[in-house]
């Protein structure tokens, strides 16, 4: 049975820094698209950062550019979110969703394109 699980959230003061991982299971992870959203309290799930299977390609919200750094590890069957220069406002619970319905390059920015999603990990920021 294939899953996606995120691992590394926590609580972190404002200005900190903390990194998520999403491993997955029962899937050639390597041949996956990746991406990160969130979805922080009466707010819609919104995109982060989404990476291409080969790891070519990436993109970034506008909202986290420059502080956050999508990357994967095809060694460790991982993908990363590097968060630095955390603010109140990140606080959210983070989710990894993978597909494996792009070439190498490719990836999509919505949550609908994406067949395997993780459970969650909170990320809580404080001020």
């Known amino acids: 049975q294939a899953q996606v699980v995120e691992s590394g959230g926590g609580l972190v003061q404002a200005g900190g820094s903390l990194r998520l991982s999403c491993a997955a299971s029962?899937?050639?992870?390597?041949?996956?698209?990746t991406a990160w959203f969130r979805q922080a309290p009466g707010k819609e799930r919104e995109f982060v950062a989404a990476?291409?299977?080969?790891?070519?390609?990436?993109s970034t919200a506008d909202s986290v550019k420059g502080r956050f750094t999508i990357s994967r590890d095809k060694a460790k069957n991982t993908v990363y979110l590097q968060m630095n220069s955390l603010k109140p406002e990140d606080t959210a619970v983070y989710y990894c969703?993978?597909?494996?319905?792009?070439?190498?390059?490719?990836?999509?920015?919505?949550?609908?394109?994406?067949?395997?999603w993780g459970q969650g990990t909170q990320v809580t920021v404080s001020s």
């Open positions: 029962g899937l050639t992870f390597s041949r996956y698209a």
């Open positions: 969703a993978a597909t494996g319905t792009y070439g190498s390059s490719g990836y999509s920015v919505l949550a609908n394109d994406y067949t395997y």
């Open positions: 990476i291409s299977w080969s790891g070519s390609s990436t």
